[in-house]
């Protein structure tokens, strides 16, 4: 559900961007990617908030009897009866610092790779192309910033029983990595990775070829290879 929300955001955002800045480098590809990736945190932190205490729920050392949350939407509002708006923004400064550059490295990797791969709207074999690009952007966002999702689900996960480990980014990354070495910092990268491939070569393969579809025919003519695929930023 939340992700609905981001993506149009995300897309929308990057596109106005570019637009904004005037010219398409791959630094102005970088820059409207992180602007994008910035401004979608307000949905994407208390989503994953949910998402962290949603799962962590019946399971392992938060064991319960009974469940506290019914569902996602009861489980934002029982936090914001408890703890206000800081409860349901716990973790924002270690979300905006991993969505500002992942999302600029996200959409630079894209670009660089449609242009490299020559994707054109005429090419027969676009989709496998726009595939491959969308999916390498995401590991490369991924491993760009794996590690401060890590301290950031940990930040959202804290405190679930009422206990209160970490004092903040600093303090979380200091303990977590005395009590369990550096390895800690790449925990579950081989899962997101697996996962990440085929959502994000869907993602943009998706939104690629609607595009395509959606401008006038004069408009498609027009498009050379690269400015053609990166036209997600059209939007």
Avoid: H
């Avoid at 994008?36 to 050392?61: D, F, N, S, W, Y």
């Avoid at 490295?105 to 242009?115: A, K």
């Avoid at 689900?153 to 004092?167: E, F, K």
């Amino acid at each position: 559900m939340g992700l609905t929300f981001i993506n149009a955001l995300v897309f929308g955002v990057q596109g106005n961007t570019i637009r904004a800045l005037g010219k398409d480098t791959p630094l102005n590809q970088f820059l409207a990617g992180s602007a994008a990736g910035a401004i979608q945190c307000v949905i994407c932190c208390p989503m994953e908030l949910a998402k962290t205490r949603m799962q962590l729920q019946g399971t392992g050392e938060y064991n319960l009897k009974s469940k506290n949350y019914k569902n996602s939407l009861d489980c934002l509002l029982k936090i914001y009866q408890k703890e206000g708006l800081r409860g349901i923004n716990r973790g924002m400064v270690s979300t905006f610092l991993r969505e500002t550059p992942s999302f600029g490295f996200y959409f630079l990797t894209y670009d660089s790779l449609t242009r490299y791969l020559g994707c054109e709207v005429e090419d027969s074999y676009i989709i496998p192309k726009l595939l491959l690009a969308g999916g390498m952007s995401g590991i490369v966002s991924w491993l760009s910033t794996y590690p401060v999702d890590v301290i950031k689900s940990r930040l959202q996960a804290d405190g679930v029983r009422g206990v209160v480990q970490y004092n903040g980014i600093l303090d979380c990354v200091r303990k977590s990595y005395r009590e369990e070495g550096w390895r800690v910092f790449t925990r579950g990268l081989t899962s997101t990775l697996l996962r990440a491939f085929p959502v994000n070569a869907a993602t943009f393969a998706t939104v690629t070829v609607f595009l395509m579809y959606m401008r006038s025919e004069k408009n498609l003519r027009e498009c050379e290879a690269g400015p053609a695929i990166q036209q997600p930023s059209s939007l």
